[in-house]
């Protein structure tokens, strides 16, 4: 099943290399993911297209307005005959913190809606109106949205079907079965006196496919047991 991604931005722009190369370019091409790249400031009433404002009670930053941000998103349902978008997704350092498990349920959705926020935060009222899930990328304040939404963008592409050759099937990438992923060489066999691993010269692929899983859980093990005791 394809995906079709609307992304809400007031910087479409920094989107554009993003999505013309790598696996999102292939997912595209392949008709399995479309996105659609929609300038809330094309949705502003103010004739300098303007979109933020002070916040009320004062403090710094600016706030976004919210009629641009549903003027877009009414857009967006007039476009695809729908009432109201079943998913659409906020990213803030308040929302839960993303994972590979939350990836592949989005990965099954038929169309996701995705709201950048810049400068402070959006107006608290699209969010309790409109927002059906906020997640965060990590503990760490970000200018926008922007750099969270592709993230989120290109781990849900190398997920669709046929996106990926069979070469590097995401069957083996860290945090499929809740671990991290196992050390990978390639020629030359010596390297400033490092030498590859015998067991993966040896032809013999249950062998080999049991030294990655030991080196799987050791390496889990030692960077992040937090996942290992999840599993
Ligand atoms: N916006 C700013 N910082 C963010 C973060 N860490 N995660 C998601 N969205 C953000």
Not at 2 to 9: D, Q, R, W, Y
Not at 40 to 52: A, C, G, L, M, T
Not at 137 to 150: H, K, N, Q, R
Not at 215 to 227: H, N, S, V, W
Request: with cysteine.
């Amino acid at each position: 099943m394809s995906i079709i991604i609307n992304v809400l931005t007031l910087f479409p722009a920094i989107f554009y290399n993003f999505l013309s190369e790598s696996i999102p370019a292939i997912a595209q091409s392949k008709g399995e993911m479309q996105l659609n790249l929609i300038d809330i400031r094309d949705f502003s009433n103010d004739k300098n297209r303007q979109v933020d404002d002070y916040p009320y009670g004062g403090g710094p930053g600016m706030v976004i307005k919210p009629e641009p941000i549903a003027e877009a998103l009414k857009f967006i349902n007039n476009k695809t005959q729908q009432e109201q978008q079943d998913q659409i997704v906020y990213f803030t350092p308040q929302g839960r913190l993303l994972n590979q498990n939350i990836i592949k349920e989005y990965s099954h959705n038929s169309e996701i809606t995705l709201i950048c926020g810049h400068y402070k935060e959006i107006d608290q009222r699209i969010r309790d109106r409109y927002v059906t899930d906020e997640i965060s990328i990590g503990d760490y304040v970000l200018s926008g949205g922007e750099l969270p939404a592709m993230i989120f963008i290109d781990a849900i592409s190398r997920l669709l079907d046929g996106v990926l050759s069979d070469s590097d099937s995401a069957k083996t990438d860290s945090h499929e079965n809740s671990l991290l992923g196992c050390p990978h060489y390639t020629r030359p066999y010596e390297f400033e006196n490092m030498t590859v691993p015998e067991v993966l010269i040896s032809g013999n692929h249950k062998n080999i496919n049991k030294w990655r899983n030991k080196k799987a859980i050791e390496l889990t093990k030692k960077i992040r047991p937090d996942i290992l005791e999840k599993k």
